[in-house]
Each structure stands twice: as C-alpha cells, then as structure tokens.
C-alpha cells in the first residue's frame, strides 16, 4: 500500500494562540490510523489527530435486495496548535495498534511559533 504524503507540508509557521487543521490520508477503516509524537518543542505547539465527521450513508432497503454498503473512510487531520513562541518538530505516524513497531508511513513536520 503506497500513501502519498507529498500534500502534507514539511514546515509550518504560525501565531501564538493559533490553530490548523490539515487533512491527512486516512486509511482508518482499515486498521490504519495516524498518531502524533513529540520530538522537540512540546512547549512551543501541540499536534493531536482528530476523527471527522462521519459521512453520510444512505438507507437500506430492507426487503433483503440491498447489497453491502460500500466502505467509507473517516476523514482524519492533523490540529496543530501554536502554545508559545518556538520550534517544535512532530512525527505523525500511520500504524495499527497492534503492529506499532512497523508503521505504515511516517512524516515528520517543523513548527516555528512567532509572535502575535
């Protein structure tokens, strides 16, 4: 399984108190689901990943013609939020909980925090 990472930047700037959200590719409904480690600056911005909404899903017959919905994967993101002024680096990383030791994909992202 390939995972295109090129869309997700490698270095942020933000303001003190401010807040993204960048969309990660997510593979949630099969096992995979990304995670974030602090390497450096923990007091400089927060990463957490976040789950979105859930698409819609249509309703099913019930005279037994349906036929099985189609897979639907939850969207997931990054939120990175800027604490105090800084550098911080994150590792966002796609794994299943139960294989942790062989991750799927990993991207790491530089955070510099500047004043208001």
Do not use: Q
């Amino acid at each position: 399984m390939t995972i295109e990472l090129s869309e997700l930047p490698r270095h942020v700037l933000l303001r003190t108190g401010e807040r993204i959200k960048i969309s990660l590719p997510s593979y949630a409904n099969s096992g995979y689901n990304w995670s974030s480690i602090c390497l450096r600056g923990e007091d400089v911005a927060k990463v957490s990943v976040e789950l979105g909404d859930i698409p819609p899903v249509e309703p099913v017959p019930t005279d037994g013609t349906a036929e099985p919905p189609a897979l639907m994967l939850v969207p997931e993101f990054a939120v990175i939020e800027a604490l105090a002024c800084g550098k911080a680096m994150w590792r966002l990383v796609l794994d299943r909980s139960f294989e942790r030791s062989n991750p799927l994909s990993m991207h790491e992202i530089n955070i510099t925090v500047v004043e208001l």
